[in-house]
């Protein structure tokens, strides 16, 4: 079964508003989980780093304030895409460090923004 | 230069046939490899890892040269089930904290 679970799978919403993506890990403790995007025929780019209880460490390029990151416990972090536009749509990918280092992917949410 | 690069493909190969896919990398201190696994629209799952002694999995097997950076995997007898695409990734720090990925390359194997 899943080690990662990632909510919900699909989600389509009007332009402007906002969608949240949870992302769990759910039999062990992740001090780090991973948000990435993936645009149709293109490679996985990693959007930022979540770290339990301090602030995400955004890559190059990726707006923290439309992409919010909160990773309140060490099994969870979301990522809210706030006023979504037909742009962001996308399929957005969270994974998940064990303490040996080890990733596990989510299951991956598909946002589509009509 | 990217810092992953593949051939996209896609790769048409009959059922049984061997395919090999090669992955060049810029960084040349990068430390780790792996192969995904990605089916259309899910997520990437990991293959394998890549070692420099090479290393075998079943049908699959995967190669590193350090001296000319690229890693290849290897399948032999393929599968219907192999349809996917394959992506290098690479992690140049170590600990996986930034992976970085590959565009894949796609393999579709014919009945």
């Known amino acids: 079964g899943a080690v990662v679970s990632q909510h919900p799978s699909w989600v389509i919403c009007k332009s402007g508003t906002s969608v949240k993506i949870e992302c769990r890990s759910l039999d062990f403790q992740a001090t780090t989980m991973f948000w990435y995007r993936q645009f149709p025929k293109q490679s996985l780019m990693l959007m930022a780093t979540?770290?339990?209880?301090?602030?995400?460490?955004?890559e190059q390029g990726v707006e923290k304030d439309k992409f919010l990151i909160n990773h309140a416990s060490l099994t969870l972090s979301t990522l809210t895409v706030t006023s979504a536009h037909p742009e962001d749509s996308s399929f957005y990918i969270c994974s998940a460090m064990t303490d040996g280092n080890t990733i596990y992917f989510g299951e991956g949410s598909w946002l589509t923004v009509v | 230069r990217k810092e992953v690069e593949q051939d996209p493909g896609p790769f048409n190969v009959p059922e049984g046939a061997t395919v090999a896919f090669n992955c060049t990398y810029s960084?040349?201190?990068?430390?780790?490899f792996f192969w995904y696994r990605q089916d259309c629209r899910k997520e990437p799952k990991l293959l394998m890892s890549?070692?420099?002694?090479?290393n075998e999995d079943g049908r699959f097997t995967a190669q590193l040269n350090r001296a000319s950076q690229y890693i290849s995997l290897l399948i032999r007898d393929s599968k219907l089930s192999d349809s996917a695409t394959y992506l290098c990734v690479v992690n140049p720090r170590g600990n996986n904290r930034k992976l970085i990925w590959g565009l894949g390359t796609s393999l579709a194997v014919n009945p």
């Open positions: 960084n040349s201190a990068s430390q780790s």
């Open positions: 979540s770290n339990e209880g301090s602030k995400a460490t955004y």
């Open positions: 890549v070692y420099s002694s090479g």
